[in-house]
């Protein structure tokens, strides 16, 4: 592919800028949308009675539209800032995003339909949906990523087709794996913030016992990450940047140790900080490469090659200057007045 | 079937039936908002029970839109990555704006006007209907000025063998954009409008709620009249403009072969793709002159085009016409109604074909965007890339197994939708206490 700009001029810096924007727009997508379909997973884990579903389900009803728009513009801003990327990830991972679409289409429509209709079997299917649905998008994600960080196969014109049985290898299934135990955990921290009584104490219970798994798996997956891919090789040359693995790290501690304490919005945020510090981990790793090419790296799509034109670069970034600080506002405000444990009221609807 | 054929169909499945939701959106978020602030200013609670019930019928279409929403922008991804490739300096960006200045501010407030009834003031939550309202139109603006740009490329110059952005200003001032905004947004009032009338009506026919449904039902057709008037002005200008910047759709839609002055408009016409089977009864210059407002203006007709640059000739023809003649319906239904609203009970026939009417806007706006994106081909983005050139390199297997599944999953959530609309119309809205668990 051949080069868009050259090294140090303003579009290098402005695409430099967007690479960043757009792991750490990823990194807020999995955070954010990461506890709802973690919530979501955990439902016929958790639900004892109707009103055990009624509450896991209004734990995240206010919220998870607005988290998934983050995905929105995760894909949006691939879009805009690296159109050949977009055009190769979305294409090139085509049966397995497709997938994810239909998922994510079902789950969101479970919200609506399951209480409109007064009949136990009808709230039965919506509730096996809404769980098999939030499952999925997590473990696709974690495939998708999985493949990303290990390289795909493009060719020299860039088009790969990855196919979905070429992305079930075993890093992109341990990449779903560590995803969907991640979210869970993460939801599980969720819930103990929202849910009161019993309820809140087996979420508690749940988060207690899956904080070991994750802290195993991640272990495992960085030292697979280590043996099957190309991701520690920035590291090698700058190992100043291994401080960045102090985040997850830190995360992982603190998580445990204000569950321990009860301080269930610290724990929270915690996890988000874990899944935070390794998205970063991942987009550093990558860099300077969007989708890194495996066998052949010369066919990587990177910065370099594949961003839209400086001036395009510019207009976005003016945009998202104004609005994002402005979408983040707006959601903490969301977030302060509506995420506090239910009450009985909260629970109709 | 071949790739490029399957990715239009899926595509075009994908439109149509993320579009039966959006326009009731657009317009219904507007009307509740209405309906909320008109609480908070009079405080009376019929305001507020009528916010609460039609908010409920939005909620379901509400969720419908969005989710179908997802799918279109990552279909340019899917199956059209050499548009992508092609245009995304330009479109990309434009999708990326509307996600971060319209959709996030849309999907963040839904959820606080779902759940914030009983949490935030009135007041406040009439704000909330507002914001939803506002957005989910911004949205429309940013889509429709991405849309804009497949039909009137401009602000754009070829370099790196792509099209690459020159002038920001240009694309969003784009006139075709902005006269597709002031089509698709009255329209979709319109179809509001007929949606609260429709249900409305079939309440007033059974004598139920009746303060609560002539109340709606008086809004609902003075919205629907006020809008069916101005769609279809604002439509005659529209037509006007394509004179300017897509002669061809605009020979296609009238099925107008030979280039002439003083051009006629043919009341009986079968068309063909090859020319007229049969054309009679001519209005000298009419054509001429709703193209250029001018009887003696020449208008361009499809035998000047080469074959290739021609649209399909009779989907055109067909879709403009069912989109002007349900416009005129629209134009003398809601007319007759706005002028009988306040004696409406004499008129039971009326009561009981209104419901029945609920489907015709939409009929009206699908016809609308088939012409737009059928008489825009052969082209993606007219007169600069065509269609068979954007196509992603995907298996046609692979195309077709999630075509099939799509069509499948679109079709059996559709039904469940709007059979729960149904249902929750028919309830009316005593029943106010929220659904229990």
């Known amino acids: 592919m051949t080069t868009l700009m050259e090294t140090g001029s303003l579009h290098y810096y402005l695409a430099m800028i967007w690479f960043i924007l757009w792991g750490v727009l990823w990194a807020v997508y999995f955070i954010l949308d990461g506890f709802d379909l973690g919530v979501g997973t955990l439902l016929p884990f958790l639900a004892r009675s109707e009103t055990d579903k009624r509450a896991i389900l209004n734990a995240t009803g206010p919220f998870w539209d607005g988290n998934e728009v983050w995905l929105i513009a995760a894909g949006g801003v691939t879009f805009a800032a690296f159109p050949y990327a977009y055009a190769q990830m979305f294409s090139g991972l085509y049966l397995a995003l497709m997938l994810l679409l239909f998922t994510l289409i079902v789950r969101g429509v479970s919200f609506e339909f399951r209480s409109k209709v007064e009949s136990a079997a009808w709230k039965k299917v919506w509730d096996t949906a809404h769980a098999v649905c939030s499952f999925l998008p997590a473990l696709l994600l974690g495939v998708a990523f999985g493949n990303i960080f290990q390289g795909i196969p493009l060719d020299e014109t860039g088009f790969s087709q990855a196919g979905l049985f070429g992305l079930l290898n075993p890093y992109g299934i341990a990449g779903g794996i560590l995803f969907v135990t991640i979210f869970m955990m993460h939801g599980a921290l969720w819930l103990c913030i929202r849910t009161t009584g019993e309820l809140k104490a087996r979420a508690e219970s749940v988060a207690t016992k899956l904080w070991p798994g994750v802290v195993v798996l991640t272990v495992l997956f960085l030292a697979y990450t280590a043996m099957s891919t190309q991701l520690f090789a920035n590291y090698m040359v700058y190992p100043i940047l291994f401080v960045i693995l102090l985040l997850p790290v830190a995360g992982l501690v603190l998580m445990r140790t204000y569950l321990g304490a009860g301080k269930y919005w610290m724990a929270w945020a915690a996890s988000g900080l874990y899944i935070g510090g390794t998205a970063l981990f991942g987009v550093v790793g990558i860099f300077p490469a969007i989708i890194p090419s495996n066998p052949n790296p010369a066919n990587s799509l990177t910065i370099m090659n594949s961003a839209s034109s400086a001036l395009t670069l510019e207009i976005m970034l003016v945009v998202a200057v104004i609005f994002v600080p402005l979408v983040i506002g707006y959601q903490s405000w969301v977030y302060k007045r509506f995420a506090t444990a239910m009450s009985e009221d909260d629970l109709q609807y | ?437």
């Open chain 2, 1 to 437: 079937m071949d790739v490029l054929m399957l990715s239009r169909l899926q595509f075009a499945a994908a439109t149509m039936f993320h579009f039966i939701f959006v326009p009731l959106t657009l317009g219904l978020s507007i009307l509740i908002a209405c309906m909320e602030t008109a609480y908070v200013r009079t405080g009376n609670e019929v305001y507020k029970k009528m916010a609460k019930f039609w908010g409920k019928l939005f909620l379901v279409n509400f969720a419908l839109g969005v989710v179908t929403g997802i799918t279109l922008e990552f279909q340019f991804g899917t199956n059209w990555s050499r548009y992508s490739m092609y245009v995304g300096d330009i479109f990309g960006s434009l999708l990326a704006i509307e996600a971060t200045a319209a959709f996030f501010l849309e999907s963040t407030f839904i959820g606080v006007w779902h759940f914030g009834w009983d949490k935030l003031s009135p007041k406040a939550h009439a704000i909330t209907a507002w914001l939803v309202a506002g957005a989910s139109n911004l949205s429309a603006i940013w889509i429709l000025i991405a849309n804009g740009f497949m039909q009137n490329p401009v602000g754009y110059v070829l370099r790196n063998g792509r099209a690459e952005l020159t002038d920001f200003w240009a694309v969003i001032t784009n006139k075709y954009a902005w006269l597709e905004f002031f089509h698709v947004v009255p329209a979709s009032l319109l179809l509001a409008g007929f949606f609260i009338v429709g249900i409305s009506a079939w309440h007033l026919l059974r004598k139920s709620n009746t303060e609560f449904f002539r109340k709606s039902f008086n809004l609902g057709i003075s919205v629907a009249l006020v809008f069916a008037l101005f769609t279809a002005a604002e439509g005659h200008i529209h037509g006007n403009n394509l004179s300017d910047t897509q002669p061809a759709k605009l020979a296609a839609m009238e099925s107008h072969w030979e280039t002439q002055r003083n051009a006629p408009m043919y009341l009986l016409v079968i068309p063909g793709e090859n020319g007229n089977h049969l054309q009679a009864l001519p209005l000298p210059g009419m054509l001429s002159f709703l193209a250029y407002n001018d009887f003696n203006a020449e208008v361009k007709g499809l035998s000047d085009f080469p074959a290739a640059d021609r649209p399909p000739v009779v989907i055109s023809f067909l879709s403009f016409r069912l989109m002007v003649g349900l416009g005129t319906l629209f134009i003398l239904l809601a007319g007759f109604g706005f002028l009988v609203r306040n004696k409406i009970d004499r008129y039971p026939r009326l009561l009981k074909v209104l419901p029945f009417c609920i489907p015709l806007p939409y009929f009206a706006l699908w016809a609308g965007w088939t012409l737009t994106e059928v008489g825009r081909q052969p082209w993606i983005v007219y007169g600069l890339m065509r269609t068979s050139d954007a196509v992603s390199p995907v298996g046609a297997g692979e195309v077709g197994f999630t075509l099939v599944l799509m069509t499948l999953l679109y079709a059996l959530l559709g039904a469940v939708g709007i059979w729960l609309m149904v249902k929750l119309a028919k309830k009316g809205p005593e029943d106010n206490t929220p659904i229990q668990a």
